[in-house]
């Protein structure tokens, strides 16, 4: 990547990591950057492209796992992917959570990133969207029930992943990996078992009889 480039984008990240996006101006990205304000013009249209940018790369490790991820198809057990990729997507999302949120609040910078996602195609829908792929695989593999449906699944797991980074950032909860590790493990425990109680089979022979009668 070019140097100036990658340059712009770690002084525009700093800058909302220090001031926020309301402080956020092209001048003070160029002053940080120590560039001309020009050449981020040379490089991006405008400021919604590079909090884009900064967004993406802090997505970066969430994107290649994802894309690793049919590698893994009937490898070790289904619950230790998904806890490798949800673990990955947690902490992408930690860092990016503030910014994200800051975006939210600007209608006319909201408005110009949806336009931005849409023309590159991507956006939490097509990370979603992967994963379903995958869980349909090892759903064929018969490694997962045959009354899941993999689009469902594969948001639940997603927005547990992203709700638990927003909810640690509001905290100021400092991202320690082994106790995300243990949260996340157990939110694919409790997907993979399901809700409906597990009946022994005398008692589902006797229960699918008095559905009948």
């Given at each position: 990547?070019?140097?100036?480039?990658?340059?712009?984008?770690?002084?525009?990240?700093?800058?909302?990591?220090?001031?926020?996006?309301?402080?956020?101006?092209?001048?003070?990205?160029?002053?940080?950057?120590?560039?001309?304000?020009?050449?981020?013009?040379?490089?991006?249209?405008?400021?919604?492209?590079?909090?884009?940018?900064v967004v993406e790369q802090r997505m970066h490790d969430a994107k290649?796992?994802?894309?690793?991820?049919?590698?893994?198809?009937?490898?070790?057990?289904?619950?230790?992917?998904?806890?490798?990729?949800?673990?990955?997507?947690?902490?992408?999302?930690?860092?990016?959570?503030?910014?994200?949120?800051?975006?939210?609040?600007?209608?006319?910078?909201?408005?110009?990133?949806?336009?931005?996602?849409?023309?590159?195609?991507?956006?939490?829908?097509?990370?979603?969207?992967?994963?379903?792929?995958?869980?349909?695989?090892?759903?064929?593999?018969?490694?997962?029930?045959?009354?899941?449906?993999?689009?469902?699944?594969?948001?639940?797991?997603?927005?547990?992943?992203?709700?638990?980074?927003?909810?640690?950032?509001?905290?100021?909860?400092?991202?320690?990996?082994?106790?995300?590790?243990?949260?996340?493990?157990?939110?694919?425990?409790?997907?993979?078992?399901?809700?409906?109680?597990?009946?022994?089979?005398?008692?589902k022979t006797t229960f699918k009889k008095s559905q009948k009668s």
């Amino acid at each position: 990547m070019n140097e100036n480039r990658q340059n712009i984008i770690c002084a525009t990240e700093r800058l909302l990591q220090t001031h926020g996006l309301a402080r956020l101006t092209m001048r003070e990205i160029a002053r940080e950057a120590k560039v001309a304000e020009g050449l981020i013009y040379h490089h991006f249209k405008d400021k919604a492209e590079l909090i884009h940018e900064v967004v993406e790369q802090r997505m970066h490790d969430a994107k290649n796992v994802l894309q690793n991820l049919p590698l893994q198809v009937g490898l070790r057990t289904l619950s230790e992917n998904l806890e490798e990729v949800l673990s990955v997507v947690y902490r992408s999302h930690y860092e990016i959570v503030p910014i994200v949120c800051s975006v939210f609040a600007d209608h006319q910078l909201r408005a110009r990133m949806r336009e931005i996602m849409k023309e590159r195609e991507v956006g939490p829908q097509h990370a979603i969207d992967g994963l379903a792929v995958y869980l349909a695989a090892e759903q064929r593999l018969g490694r997962m029930a045959e009354t899941v449906i993999p689009q469902a699944a594969a948001k639940c797991l997603w927005m547990i992943s992203i709700q638990t980074a927003m909810d640690d950032q509001l905290m100021e909860q400092k991202p320690d990996a082994a106790r995300i590790r243990q949260e996340i493990r157990q939110y694919v425990q409790t997907i993979m078992a399901g809700l409906e109680p597990r009946l022994p089979a005398k008692q589902k022979t006797t229960f699918k009889k008095s559905q009948k009668s």
